[in-house]
């Protein structure tokens, strides 16, 4: 059972559900005489996302993009790679790029960099979870549903080597999971 490689429960799934109602209240406000199009970080954002979506009632157009940095460790590699391309432009938009997790801040730096190139009107971050002792490169996170302490957690989207994105709440994992 999956269960049983979680420490302890770090947020629950009602939990998960006020902070990202917040969230999308606050965007539909701040967004609703924009060009919305929110961006997807796959396949971490992807719980998150298709939630969030739901909480925001002003019109929007979503994307995802693929990168990849982690390979199977717990830790950056502080090398990213586009995996997948936007399908649409973003030229004149106001971007959001929905992210599960900011660590080292290395990932949403470079993606950053990468649609400011696309020319879009704008362009915003907005993290689930922020761990901030993990920072390495400095990046302003407009809207962060929660700040967690140094720890490696899985669930709701977030993985350890592509497991575990299905928990329905977000889990510290077992460190004898990882340190094997
Ligand atoms: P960063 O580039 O170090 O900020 O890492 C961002 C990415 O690393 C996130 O999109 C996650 O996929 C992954 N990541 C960072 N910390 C964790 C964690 O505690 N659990 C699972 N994935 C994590
Ligand atoms: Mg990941």
Redesign the pocket.
């Known amino acids: 059972m999956m269960n049983e490689h979680i420490e302890r429960v770090l947020i629950s799934t009602e939990e998960i559900q006020e902070t990202v109602k917040k969230l999308g209240k606050q965007i539909s406000e701040d967004y609703k005489d924009k060009k919305l199009i929110l961006v997807g ?1 796959l396949k ?1 954002s992807v719980v998150f996302m298709t939630d969030l979506m739901r909480e925001i009632d002003i019109l929007c157009d979503i994307d995802f993009i693929a990168v990849s ?2 390979g199977k460790g ?1 830790k ?1 590699t502080g090398r990213v790679n586009l995996l997948k391309d936007l399908s649409e432009p973003v030229e004149g938009c106001d971007v959001l790029v929905v ?10 730096s470079y993606i950053l960099k990468y649609l400011i190139n696309r020319n879009p009107n704008s362009v915003k971050l907005c993290s689930l979870l922020d ?1 901030p002792s ?1 920072r390495i490169v400095e990046v302003n996170v407009d809207y962060i549903g929660r700040t967690i302490p140094d ?4 669930g709701y989207g ?3 080597a592509e497991k575990y994105r299905n928990l329905p709440y977000i889990g510290v994992l077992k460190r004898e999971i990882y340190s094997k």
């Open positions: 970080i971490g940095s982690y717990t950056t992210e599960d997790i900011v660590d080292s801040g290395v990932t949403l761990k993990g720890e490696f957690v899985v977030l993985d350890y």
